[in-house]
């Protein structure tokens, strides 16, 4: 071990993680799911976007929101040489409305479907499934106002989940309507809790003046007793809000997209409108929510650019994979070399790595032994990384023309003539990819 532990909530991704509950940090579980964003997100059509690590300050404070935890308490904020105030970016959705501003990219299309995969800061208290790096998949949608666009965007975090193997998704649904029925909300929310304000926690005392709606959030036992007589958003929704929901409650069904109405669901930022949804499962920790999003039609305007309906989600990859390692769903993606080649002496060496070349252009992963260990301390190190198969080649088997290759999960072997060797080995290998087994141990 170093004297140089990585910052307080973060931590390293390794292709080889020695405890077992730290698996989900492995390499090869995060290409798996990275690879699985990667062909749902073409499947529906959104776009890869990358944006800077980090964006001048003003951004979060005029988007997410003044009075949200990210931008009063979360944000690693710091000034450049420049004397520039910057932010590491603590969420996407900002980044990806200024990128497309800047590069003026609504004279391209209509309508704009991104997707990002990218690491995310935010100054929180560590503690299982949340951290100060972590890693988010979400997506935004530019230009499409409708009900539909926002089952499409659901629907997209929901099947994602399903494909890798979350189980015991809980989607929770809820319309915050327009600024005009939140106004009308929030007046009703103060004129009712302003009676109560003694008994309130004190984050809600806070709340109250700043951002009552996120008083509905609050964990604190009190609070959530005093909410029960308390009015519901949905009491003040204008018709076109309640039609706008009830498309999208119809259309989920419509999916098979089983979901739950929270009516004291508000999200976290300041800028949501109409549908927002949150995905939760059970049994992982203090944090359950593993993501979430909705529709924030007027940022885009508020940052000076055209008014354009916006919708996306976002769903932190930590929490994913301590989902799946938690519910024992985990696959074995761990990436091995099908054979192990061991060539005991000068012209086995020779001839060893010239086969290893010439499998690898044919796409075949192969291993071969390197530090002329002898055949028996060659098949252990074979054993520690996987290997499927060994194939040792002596100047005996050289001579004779004749060489073998051991099936290391079943100790079988099958003899190979040194002419077709490679062509063997091939079709061995693609036998295997055919049934599926390339990465079985
Ligand atoms: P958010 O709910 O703040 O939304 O974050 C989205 C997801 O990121 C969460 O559900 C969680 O899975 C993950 N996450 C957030 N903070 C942490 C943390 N400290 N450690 C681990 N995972 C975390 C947003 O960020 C919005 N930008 C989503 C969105 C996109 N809304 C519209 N478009």
């Not at 005093?226 to 069904?253: I, M, T, Y």
């Not at 949804?277 to 979430?292: D, L, P």
């Not at 005991?344 to 252009?361: D, H, P, V």
């Not at 079988?412 to 990819?433: C, G, M, Q």
């Amino acid at each position: 071990m170093s004297d140089m532990a990585p910052p307080k909530g973060t931590f390293d991704i390794i292709p080889f993680c020695p405890n077992a509950e730290d698996i989900w940090k492995s390499t090869y579980q995060w290409n798996h799911i990275e690879s699985i964003i990667r062909q749902i997100t073409t499947e529906y059509g959104y776009h890869e976007i990358r944006t800077p690590i980090f964006e001048r300050t003003e951004l979060f404070h005029k988007t997410t929101g003044e009075t949200t935890d990210i931008v009063t308490k979360e944000m690693y904020t710091f000034q450049d040489k420049g004397n520039r105030s910057m932010t590491l970016r603590p969420e996407g959705t900002p980044c990806v409305m200024r990128a497309f501003l800047d590069n003026q990219l609504q004279q391209l299309a209509s309508v704009h479907k991104f997707f990002y995969l990218a690491p995310m800061f935010r100054y929180e208290r560590p503690q299982a499934g949340r951290y100060r790096q972590h890693h988010q998949f979400g997506v935004e949608v530019i230009g499409n106002g409708t009900p539909e666009q926002d089952v499409e965007v659901i629907d997209l975090l929901y099947s994602f989940h399903q494909r890798i193997g979350i189980q015991n998704i809980q989607l929770c649904i809820n319309s915050l309507g327009t600024p005009d029925c939140r106004a009308q909300f929030r007046n009703a929310l103060r004129g009712y809790l302003k009676d109560h304000f003694a008994q309130l926690s004190r984050d809600s005392q806070t709340r109250f003046e700043n951002n009552p709606l996120r008083i509905l959030d609050s964990k604190d036992l009190g609070d959530q007793e005093l909410l029960k007589n308390a009015p519901l958003l949905s009491e003040f929704l204008s018709s076109d809000a309640k039609n706008h929901f009830a498309q999208v409650c119809d259309l989920l069904g419509e999916l098979n997209i089983s979901y739950k109405i929270e009516p004291k669901l508000v999200r976290g930022l300041d800028y949501y409108n109409h549908t927002v949804f949150e995905v939760m499962v059970e049994n992982i920790g203090a944090q359950s929510s593993i993501g979430g999003g909705g529709r924030y039609d007027g940022m885009l305007k508020s940052m000076g650019g055209p008014d354009l309906p916006t919708v996306g989600f976002g769903t932190g990859l930590e929490r994913l994979l301590r989902t799946l390692l938690l519910q024992g769903t985990m696959e074995n993606t761990r990436q091995v070399p099908f054979v192990t080649i061991i060539p005991l002496g000068n012209s086995a060496l020779k001839y060893g790595m010239r086969l290893s070349k010439e499998l690898r252009q044919k796409g075949v992963p192969i291993s071969i032994e390197l530090g002329q260990r002898k055949a028996k301390a060659a098949m252990k190190i074979a054993d520690q990384i996987g290997s499927q198969f060994v194939c040792v080649i002596g100047d005996q088997e050289l001579e004779q023309e004749k060489l073998e290759i051991k099936n290391m999960g079943t100790g079988d072997t099958h003899p190979l003539s040194l002419i077709h060797v490679e062509k063997e080995i091939v079709n061995l290998y693609n036998a295997y990819i055919a049934k599926g087994t390339k990465n079985a141990i």
